[in-house]
Structure formats: structure tokens, C-alpha cells
């Protein structure tokens, strides 16, 4: 192999494993708060337990994810997720 082809090699290699760390990093994202939220959306009650970097974002998917079984459509849903959560109960801090 000559010096230039193994230039291109050691480059070619160094940029796939530099994605790969990326990808791996980014798939093994860290959630340090997971909570279960139950909601009362028009008499129907439902919980969704989700995790987030921090409460706010854990809250309000979990949110998003109780609401997805007891309202249809987007607009029920947007109203829906910024109801009161009845419950809150926080499972990992």
C-alpha cells in the first residue's frame, strides 16, 4: 500500500469511528429524572410514565404521553398536555 492510499485509509477510518462514538453517545442519551403523570382530560383519566434531562422535560412527556390515550386530534392534545397533572410521582431522581 502505498503512503498515500494509507493516508486516505487512516482518514477514512478516523471518520468512521468518530460517527460511530457520536451515534452511540447520542443513543445512549442519560436521563437522570423519570416520572408518572396522571391527567384528567373531559372525565377520562390516564398516566405516562417518561424520562427526561431535567423535570420539566420528563413532566411534560409524560404528560404528552398520558394524553396520547385519552384525547384525538392536535388540538385535543395540546390541550390536554398543558392540563394539571392529577398525580405526579416521581420514580428515579
Not at 15 to 44: M, N, P, W
Not at 82 to 93: A, K, L, S
Request: glycine share 8%; proline share 1%; aromatic share 8%.
Amino acid at each position: 500500500m502505498t503512503k498515500a492510499r494509507f493516508g486516505v485509509f487512516a482518514v477514512g477510518t478516523l471518520f468512521v469511528a468518530a460517527v460511530l462514538t457520536v451515534l452511540v453517545y447520542t443513543s445512549l442519551d442519560y436521563h437522570q429524572f423519570e416520572v408518572e403523570s396522571c391527567i384528567i382530560y373531559k372525565g377520562r383519566r390516564a398516566c405516562g410514565t417518561a424520562a427526561g434531562a431535567n423535570r420539566e422535560e420528563a413532566l411534560r412527556a409524560a404528560a404528552n404521553n398520558a394524553c396520547s390515550s385519552i384525547a384525538s386530534g392536535m388540538t385535543e392534545n395540546i390541550a390536554c398536555s398543558r392540563t394539571e397533572p392529577d398525580t405526579i410521582r416521581w420514580i428515579g431522581e
